[in-house]
Antibody, heavy 120, light 107 residues
Framework: QVLLQESGPGLVKPSETLSLTCSVS?????????WGWIRQSPGKGLEWIGS???????FYNPSLKSRVIISVDTSKNQFSLRLNSVIAADTAVYYC?????????????WGQGTLVTVSS | DIQMTQSPSTLSASVGDRVTITCRAS??????LAWYQQKPGKAPKLLIY???SLEGGVPSRFSGSGSGTEFTLTISSLQPDDSATYYC?????????FGGGTKVEIK
């Protein structure tokens, strides 16, 4: 069974950088698949942030692209999200998930999610 | 960006009812559509991909149909455990977008 677990600070100050890591177990990232980040603002819908392949190839949501970096560490079986210059509107539950194997598509395994609050 | 519009935003139905949720895309997405179920405090769960393919382990009372710009998720006989919010998501382009969600309540 594929398990994903997000980790990182739950509180980030405005203008600083949000950093999260997703640890994967039950599947080797280096074996394939895209791996993605999705967020959900309190009481709101879902927003795709971006996805990365084991090779490091990335696709980003254009609305966030200027502030986002997604990276992968196959030796640790982890992938990470960095979102810089955060504002209050970036407050959300952040999910990591396994994307499709051939391209960015849909997500079949999800982490439990982690709430990140942007506040001074 | 491709906009995804779901209707209704909320529906209330009785156990055993047939329930249909609609998702419309702002442009054709062929059959590149997924459906998810999300319960409060939990991550979304994949139900359907490629518009009508049932994900493994998902009860057969869930089904999806449609192509182009109009899609439906049907629950053939609503069960108490189906109380949740349902989201559609398109993957026709490299910019993935979700619908706004439909909350299903049990009467």
């Amino acid at each position: 069974q594929v398990l994903l677990q997000e980790s990182g600070p739950g509180l980030v100050k405005p203008s600083e950088t949000l950093s999260l890591t997703c640890s994967v177990s039950g599947y080797s990232i280096s074996s394939g698949y895209y791996w993605g980040w999705i967020r959900q603002s309190p009481g709101k819908g879902l927003e795709w942030i971006g996805s990365i392949y084991q090779s490091g190839s990335t696709f980003y949501n254009p609305s966030l692209k200027s502030r986002v970096i997604i990276s992968v560490d196959t030796s640790k079986n982890q992938f990470s999200l960095r979102l810089n210059s955060v504002i209050a509107a970036d407050t959300a539950v952040y999910y990591c998930a396994r994307d499709y194997d051939a391209s960015v598509a849909y997500f079949d395994y999800w982490g439990q999610g982690t709430l990140v609050t942007v506040s001074s | 960006d491709i906009q995804m519009t779901q209707s209704p935003s909320t529906l209330s139905a009785s156990v055993g009812d047939r329930v249909t949720i609609t998702c419309r895309a702002s442009q054709s997405i062929s059959s590149w559509l997924a459906w998810y179920q999300q319960k409060p405090g939990k991550a979304p769960k994949l139900l359907i991909y490629k518009a009508s393919s049932l994900e493994g382990g998902v009860p057969s009372r869930f089904s999806g149909s449609g192509s182009g710009t109009e899609f439906t998720l049907t629950i053939s006989s609503l069960q108490p455990d189906d109380s949740a919010t349902y989201y559609c998501q398109q993957y026709n382009t490299y910019m993935l977008t979700f619908g706004g969600g439909t909350k299903v309540e049990i009467k």
